[in-house]
């Protein structure tokens, strides 16, 4: 029963590890894209918003990322299925 219990533990702080390190690169992400975009589109800083041309840099600039953001998940989540799946089929 001991087993168990420390199994049981190791998964709980394993998982929360990995949601940790899911929100700090998560955090990352967000902090280069602010970063990117901001150094890509602001340039008139005599007003306190955005004009046109900066708004619509801005939101270019972060749907292009968030995309690519989501492509990379997408391969890497395909990578790691494929991965599992060659050390399933050399287990058996």
Do not use: H, P, W
Not at 68 to 74: A, K, T, V, W, Y
């Amino acid at each position: 029963m001991y087993n168990n219990y420390g199994a049981s533990y190791q998964e709980q702080r394993l998982q929360q590890m990995m949601e940790q390190k899911q929100l700090k690169d998560f955090m990352r992400m967000y902090s280069n894209l602010v970063s990117r975009c901001f150094e890509d589109c602001v340039s008139d800083f005599t007003s306190n918003t955005l004009n046109d041309k900066e708004l619509t840099c801005v939101n270019r600039c972060t749907l292009k990322n968030m995309k690519l953001n989501e492509r990379i998940g997408q391969r890497f989540a395909e990578e790691n299925a494929k991965l599992m799946e060659d050390q399933a089929k050399m287990g058996r």
